[in-house]
């Protein structure tokens, strides 16, 4: 399934660097977002886009900084993070923000 | 108490087994319900969503019951490929909000 893509798969980043992680939807939908998933932890969500505006922030570390450019693109840029940052980033889209959501296949950051 | 509480198992079935997943919310006011699975190190795939009256597709069953909060799963005739952990997931009232649950694992046996 290709609805939802996500690059890179996989990063392995110090504490002093800036990465970005994109995610692209292919499905027509007007709403994005991140999500953070820990070991034994449920889903945690970070950002709402809706529309190209960002409509949540889950009171997450200046250190995560999103951007939407278009309905289609969704970015999160990462500087200096900490080793318990590390865990699998999942960016998620839906029609509108009641509808049910369609994941990308993650990227699996770790922070050394 | 949690938004959205599940039993992480493992619940280790064998082939062919019938097997239930139940999961309590704390909101009364929760307006929509969903089933996600999750394989191994991949991300959560939506399996089906949760009617008020009940609602079939193929061997999997789910249930809402709001007097007591909880939405249920049941799957029929197990097959090895079920294996991977199912999320219970519910929108509270009043927001646009999907709160997840931390998962159920199941592993269908030989």
């Known amino acids: 399934e290709t609805g939802v893509t996500q690059t890179p798969r996989h990063l392995v980043m110090g504490m002093t660097n800036k990465k970005s992680l994109k995610c692209e939807q292919h499905l027509g939908h007007n709403a994005m977002y991140w999500y953070k998933q820990s070991a034994k932890k449920p889903l945690e969500l970070m950002f709402v886009y809706s529309l190209e505006e960002r409509v949540e922030n889950n009171s997450v570390p200046s250190r995560f900084s999103p951007e939407c450019p278009n309905s289609s693109h969704l970015f999160l840029h990462l500087h200096t993070l900490q080793p318990e940052d590390s865990a699998l980033y999942l960016c998620a889209s839906s029609q509108d923000r009641l509808r049910e959501q369609f994941f990308g296949p993650g990227t699996r950051l770790t922070v050394l | 108490r949690k938004e959205v509480e599940q039993d992480p198992g493992p619940f280790n079935v064998p082939e062919g087994a019938t097997v239930a997943f139940n999961c309590t919310y704390s909101?009364?006011?929760?307006?929509?319900f969903f089933w996600y699975r999750q394989d191994c190190r991949k991300e959560p795939k939506l399996l089906m969503s949760v009617y008020s009256s009940g609602n079939e597709d193929g061997r999997f069953t789910a249930q809402l019951n709001r007097a007591s909060q909880y939405i249920s799963l049941l799957i029929r005739d197990s097959k090895l490929s079920d294996s991977a952990t199912y999320l219970c997931?519910?929108?509270?009232?009043?927001?646009?909000?999907?709160?997840f649950g931390t998962g159920t694992q199941l592993k269908v046996e030989l």
């Open positions: 909101n009364s006011a929760s307006q929509s």
């Open positions: 997931v519910v929108r509270p009232g009043g927001g646009n909000k999907l709160t």
